[in-house]
Each structure stands twice: as structure tokens, then as C-alpha cells.
Nanobody, 122 residues
Framework: QVHLVESGGGLVQAGGSLRLSCAASGRTPSLYSVGWFRQAPGKEREFVASITRSGRNIYYADSVKGRFTISRENIKNTVYLQMNSLKPEDTAVYYC???????????????WGQGTQVTVSS
């Protein structure tokens, strides 16, 4: 079992930045790939970014490429999502998830956090 806790969300103006953290505990979190997903009101959950357990492979949704950066510190069992140049359309609840491959589909992930709200005002 892996327990995930997101933090770092909040309210920011368009063009601003936030850094989300995903702290993992439990059964060897460093063995898992981690993905970030988001869900806006009335919309389906969508993939944002993922990083494999070694950090060697990283994937981004087209909508965040060049603005968001995912990274991990395995010694701290923490994965980060640095979000720059935020837009109102980035407003959503952001979830981190742990799974075996770091795929872009949510069904690949076995463990999920509770989410953190990100609100970008125009």
C-alpha cells in the first residue's frame, strides 16, 4: 500500500506560478512511477504529467508542455509539479497517483491522493 498526500495548491493570478508536492509513504514509494492528473468542474479527469521511478522518462500533456515541470526526489519520497505561466484553464483539482509504468491513462495507476485545488484567476 502506498499513501499519497498532495500539497501546494492555492489561488494565483494568471501568469503566476505554483509548485505542487506529492509526498508518498508506505510500501517502497520509490519503486513506482508517479503521475499528475487534474479534474475541472464538469470535466473528466485528464493526464497532466508523469515521471518513471528512475526519473529517466517524463511525459507531459500538450496543454502544459513548456509551462509545467515534473521532478522527483526519491530520497524524500516526493514528486513535484512546478507550474509556471498559469492560465485560468489550469484551474482544477490536481491529483497525484502511483503506478507501475507512468502511462498517460488513469487506469494504469493503483494509488491516488486526495487532491489539491488550484485556482487561477484572470
Amino acid at each position: 500500500q502506498v499513501h499519497l498526500v498532495e500539497s501546494g495548491g492555492g489561488l494565483v493570478q494568471a501568469g503566476g506560478s505554483l509548485r505542487l508536492s506529492c509526498a508518498a509513504s508506505g510500501r517502497t514509494p520509490s519503486l513506482y512511477s508517479v503521475g499528475w492528473f487534474r479534474q475541472a468542474p464538469g470535466k473528466e479527469r485528464e493526464f497532466v504529467a508523469s515521471i518513471t521511478r528512475s526519473g529517466r522518462n517524463i511525459y507531459y500533456a500538450d496543454s502544459v508542455k513548456g509551462r509545467f515541470t515534473i521532478s522527483r526526489e526519491n530520497i524524500k519520497n516526493t514528486v513535484y509539479l512546478q507550474m509556471n505561466s498559469l492560465k485560468p484553464e489550469d484551474t482544477a483539482v490536481y491529483y497525484c497517483a502511483a503506478g507501475p509504468t507512468g502511462d498517460v491513462v488513469s487506469s494504469d495507476y493503483d494509488y491516488w491522493g486526495q487532491g489539491t485545488q488550484v485556482t487561477v484567476s484572470s
